[in-house]
């Protein structure tokens, strides 16, 4: 059972002291707040994670923060869900790994 909340649409002023004040203020005990910053910027991007010390209290816990105002914005809180592996990286050609030089040498090689 995941432990980890996902808590979106928080304003970009909100740092993870006052994410962690607002749960803590509710009752539940966190173990970590992250605030997800852009990282060019380091500006906020207006989501973050906290992991509950208690996992039984992940249920309780979003329906007490879900909508709930933090600097006049309503909080989206949900259960965080596992990230993906990211496939890919390429070479700036949508992942396709393309290169003029390697196509003139396959056409020489052809050739020989």
Same mark, same amino acid.
């Given at each position: 059972?995941?432990?980890?909340?996902?808590?979106?649409?928080?304003?970009?002023?909100?740092?993870?002291?006052?994410?962690?004040?607002?749960?803590?203020?509710?009752?539940?005990?966190?173990?970590? $707040?992250?605030?997800? #910053?852009?990282?060019?910027?380091?500006?906020?991007? /207006?989501? *973050? &994670?906290?992991?509950?010390?208690?996992?039984?209290?992940?249920?309780?816990?979003?329906?007490?923060?879900?909508?709930?105002?933090?600097?006049?914005?309503?909080?989206? $809180?949900?259960?965080? #869900?596992?990230?993906?592996?990211?496939?890919?990286? /390429?070479? *700036? &050609?949508?992942?396709?790994?393309?290169?003029?030089?390697?196509?003139?040498?396959?056409?020489?090689?052809?050739?020989?």
């Amino acid at each position: 059972m995941s432990k980890k909340l996902f808590i979106g649409n928080c304003d970009f002023g909100v740092d993870e002291t006052a994410l962690k004040e607002l749960i803590e203020g509710k009752g539940f005990q966190t173990s970590s $707040v992250q605030i997800v #910053r852009d990282k060019f910027t380091d500006r906020s991007r /207006g989501f *973050g &994670f906290a992991e509950l010390a208690n996992p039984d209290d992940l249920s309780k816990a979003i329906e007490a923060l879900n909508g709930v105002e933090l600097l006049g914005r309503a909080l989206n $809180v949900n259960e965080a #869900r596992e990230q993906k592996p990211r496939v890919g990286g /390429g070479n *700036g &050609f949508f992942g396709k790994p393309y290169s003029k030089g390697s196509q003139r040498n396959e056409h020489r090689k052809r050739n020989w």
